[in-house]
């Protein structure tokens, strides 16, 4: 198997994301969409773990992005905004891509991520995609790309494909408008599409396909109410939709999905020392919470890459079991965006700096449109990767001494659904009732726990350990006499007898000190 970088991939790469799916499903990390009616492709929901697991790594987001920042507030925004702000921002006329169908194999995809083939050249492909299928050979057309899915050059023409969803607000179905308009006409297909359009525009809203916009357009009311001075950021958690043409990878790509972002307007001049601190500021963060500092690189964008709205642009690429690719990016996206809703909305989206005088006319006082870098995270891929990192498997042995593999999910521990697990070795003598004790003392501390009497000590340690719990806290007979208890590390599977009195302020440390 080879990676997308074209570099080899192991045995591990190969079968891990099957691995990480079954676990999901398993363990109540993500579920399949609508499952008992099929499933709808694209659709994910986060299980009692994952839904976990994902707080647990939006709250760390937050905490070091706007917390321990003085100079960093948050907002959130409406999901659905005015269709000016999608027309002004550009979204409306060229948020599209170009599909293309596979006449071979029926499969869909982006032109321009599909392989590259040389033109002209004579390629073979199996007979609609399938195995068993005929042998054939085709040519490479002018274009230079053949299927990804089947190595076929029999492809569709391209065409655009709007990747915004929209939808209508108000009561009113527009379409009664258009049954109204059309009855008893005869119209041909421009016809009746205008008709629709002109109908359909009344009422149109659209789900952002991004947070930020909302970032800028909030700018004034955000700067004036915080009185907040340049430079500052507004920070911005929440979903986004895009009707993507490719879902692949489990939730790599998917039509919802949340993200992690941060506008930061700083004065014009001054934007490529803000890029330089705030690359090095989000390779930090995930380098403290992963356990692979390799599988991460700051790959900067080409001069053919860079959006037009932007002068300089990196992504935080990481390496999936497929190949790199993009984690993180963090444009440098000047001071178009507000310049461009400032234009559009007739309100001066700008920042007055008594302090600093004019550097076009020198008298005190400058205004000016402020510069913005933007590091915008996936949350949903965030958690992916960290499932990627955390899986291991290593030899063990079982109660009977026989051989066997032990799954550890090697999350960091505040990220970890439950932070300690509190295990009655029996269900007798007193030791559950003393369990329930530690996890309703633990609870009240904000300590998410997870009481567990079920099977034998060794299978709670196993399944505790396949879903990433740091800690486990085994109540037995000594407990109930002296007020003891077992700390087990998931990790290392080493174990020491601490105080119950001692349990939350020892849990507490070792959760604070986490690498």
Same mark, same amino acid.
Not at 129 to 134: D, H, P, Q
Not at 295 to 300: I, S, T, V
Not at 352 to 359: A, L, S, Y
């Given at each position: 198997m080879t990676t997308t970088d074209g570099t080899a991939a192991t045995s591990r790469d190969a079968d891990l994301m099957q691995k990480l799916v079954s676990l999901c499903k398993r363990? #109540?990390?993500?579920?399949?969409?609508?499952? !008992?009616? /099929?499933? *709808?492709?694209?659709?994910?929901?986060? /299980?009692? *773990?994952g839904a976990e697991l994902k707080?647990? !790594?939006a709250a760390e987001w937050w905490r070091n992005m706007v917390y321990q920042r003085e100079n960093v507030v948050g907002l959130d925004a409406? !999901? !659905?905004m005015h269709p000016q702000v999608w027309q002004t921002s550009g979204h409306l006329s060229g948020f599209s891509d170009p599909l293309v169908? =596979? *006449?071979? =194999?029926?499969e869909r995809f982006r032109a321009d991520k599909a392989p590259r083939g040389e033109v002209g050249k004579s390629v073979g492909y199996i007979g609609g #995609?399938?195995? /068993? #299928?005929?042998k054939l050979q085709g040519i490479?057309?002018?274009? /230079?790309?053949v299927c990804p899915n089947c190595g076929a050059p029999t492809l569709s023409d391209e065409r655009q494909f709007n990747l915004m969803f929209r939808t209508a607000l108000g009561p009113v179905d527009p379409l009664t408008e258009v049954a109204e308009t059309l009855a008893g006409k005869a119209l041909d297909a421009q016809e009746i599409r205008k008709a629709l359009e002109a109908a359909v525009h009344k009422t149109a809203v659209y789900l952002r396909p991004e947070t930020a916009q909302a970032m800028f357009v909030q700018f004034l009311n955000v700067q004036q109410s915080m009185s907040m001075k340049v430079p500052f950021g507004i920070a911005q958690i929440g979903k986004s939709f895009r009707n993507e043409i490719v879902t692949e990878h489990f939730i790599f790509r998917s039509c919802e999905f949340e993200q992690m972002e941060m506008e930061f307007f700083c004065e014009p001049g001054t934007q490529a020392e803000w890029m330089d601190y705030w690359c090095k500021e989000r390779l930090a963060w995930y380098y403290k919470y992963f356990n692979d500092k390799s599988?991460?690189? *700051?790959?900067?964008h080409t001069a053919d890459e860079l959006a037009h709205y932007a002068d300089q642009c990196f992504d935080v690429e990481y390496r999936y079991p497929w190949g790199w690719g993009e984690l993180e990016g963090i444009a440098s996206r000047t001071d178009y965006d507000l310049k461009k809703h400032a234009e559009a909305s007739g309100v001066k989206l700008s920042y007055?700096?008594?302090?600093?005088?004019?550097?076009?006319t020198g008298k005190p006082g400058w205004r000016f449109v402020p510069y913005v870098i933007e590091p915008a995270a996936g949350l949903t891929r965030t958690f992916l990767c960290l499932l990627v990192d955390a899986y291991h498997e290593e030899a063990a042995k079982d109660a009977e001494g026989d051989a066997k593999t032990r799954v550890v999910l090697r999350l960091h521990p505040r990220l970890a659904p439950f932070k300690a697990a509190i295990l009655p070795l029996v269900k007798k003598d007193g030791q559950p009732e003393l369990a329930a004790t530690i996890v309703e003392q633990f609870r009240s501390h904000g300590l998410n726990v997870s009481y567990d009497d079920k099977q034998s000590i060794g299978k709670r340690y196993a399944r505790h350990d396949e879903i990433g719990t740091p800690y486990c806290l085994t109540v037995d007979n000594d407990s109930v006499r002296d007020l003891t208890v077992t700390i087990r590390d998931r990790d290392t599977a080493l174990q020491e007898r601490i105080k119950i009195a001692d349990a939350i302020t020892v849990v507490r440390e070792r959760l604070n000190n986490s690498r």
């Open positions: 363990r #109540g990390f993500v579920f399949q969409s609508s499952e !008992i009616y /099929g499933g *709808l492709k694209s659709a994910y929901d986060y /299980g009692p *773990l707080r647990n !790594i409406s !999901i !659905i169908d =596979c *006449l071979n =194999c029926k #995609g399938k195995s /068993g #299928g005929a490479v057309s002018e274009k /230079g790309y599988a991460f690189r *700051l790959r900067p007055f700096d008594q302090q600093k005088n004019d550097p076009t």
